[in-house]
């Protein structure tokens, strides 16, 4: 289980030191990688495993300087070029998906297609929403790169999900963006290292994304996702359930100081646990 700073960001140089030092690993570990693919090559008499399910990323080209800046975030230190070679090696696909940075619309995943598509705009509503509203907010915005990068990271692990049912046929007992959305939380809160931090970006996203909807037309309630400040709560609840020993903050700040509340988080985590672990063992690549 990753470590957890809560709202907090005195761990961020710490986090930053271990990211380091794991790109420093990656680098003399993949250079070892690539001698023995090398080897395997020349001598033909060992069982290479490649994954089906590479990443291909593909990065359209900005149109303005807002999306050139947004550009250079996102094939910066931490961003996309890091995540996909992180889920890479976290999860295995059967096929391979497409990653289209730079869409026109999204973020979504065509399930024809095994695209995954990001939009500049998308990018750039992340710091427009914080902008806004961005008072309503319960963490250090001192950093906004940072927290841009963790909730595109939150959403390509959404996405992810998305095309982990499609690949693996998972069944479908409730609305597929809420079962994505449960099993996007657990692999983050579950899988990924200050994974909880990244959900706590995410939730605030959801969270000031709520601001705008002042009130509620019709078709959002029958739209495929649930409410923003649904999910905000639910990205909330999950990590109440993935640590709860250390949630205190959050059941009294979120959940208004809610006990039952806080146990039927816990009870929850644990029936997603139950439920998907037996259905990711062949997804997930443990080390
Ligand atoms: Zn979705």
């Not at 990271?153 to 079962?179: C, I, K, R, S, W």
Request: hydrophobic letters at 40%; a negative charge.
């Amino acid at each position: 289980m990753a470590l957890y700073c809560g709202f907090s960001t005195a761990c961020k140089k710490l986090k930053k030191l271990i990211r380091t030092i794991q790109r420093l690993l990656q680098q003399v570990i993949g250079t070892t990688a690539a001698a023995v693919l090398v080897m395997a090559a020349l001598f033909s008499n060992t069982d290479v495993h490649a994954d089906a399910g590479d990443w291909i990323v593909k990065y359209e080209t900005p149109e303005n300087d807002e999306e050139e800046a947004l550009l250079e975030l996102l094939q910066g230190e931490y961003g996309i070029p890091d995540m996909v070679s992180y889920l890479e090696s976290q999860y295995r696909l059967k096929k391979p998906v497409y990653l289209q940075v730079g869409a026109d619309e999204g973020p979504h995943y065509e399930v024809d297609n095994e695209i995954i598509t990001i939009p500049y705009h998308y990018a750039a509503e992340i710091y427009e929403r914080f902008d806004k509203y961005g008072d309503e907010s319960r963490i250090d915005m001192s950093d906004m790169d940072e927290i841009a990068l963790d909730v595109i990271f939150h959403t390509l692990l959404h996405e992810l999900g998305h095309a982990l049912m499609a690949q693996y046929n998972y069944p479908l007992f409730f609305e597929e963006e809420d079962v994505v959305d449960a099993l996007s939380n657990y692999l983050l809160l579950e899988y990924t290292e200050f994974g909880a931090q990244v959900a706590v970006s995410a939730a605030e996203m959801f969270w000031v994304e709520q601001e705008d909807l002042s009130t509620y037309e019709a078709d959002d309630f029958w739209g495929e996702h649930s409410l923003e400040i649904q999910r905000a709560y639910d990205v909330y609840c999950a990590i109440v359930g993935a640590y709860p020993d250390d949630s205190d903050h959050i059941v009294d700040s979120i959940f208004e100081g809610d006990e039952d509340k806080a146990y039927d988080c816990i009870e929850n985590y644990e029936r997603i646990r139950a439920a998907w672990e037996p259905l990711l063992e062949p997804v997930i690549i443990r080390d």
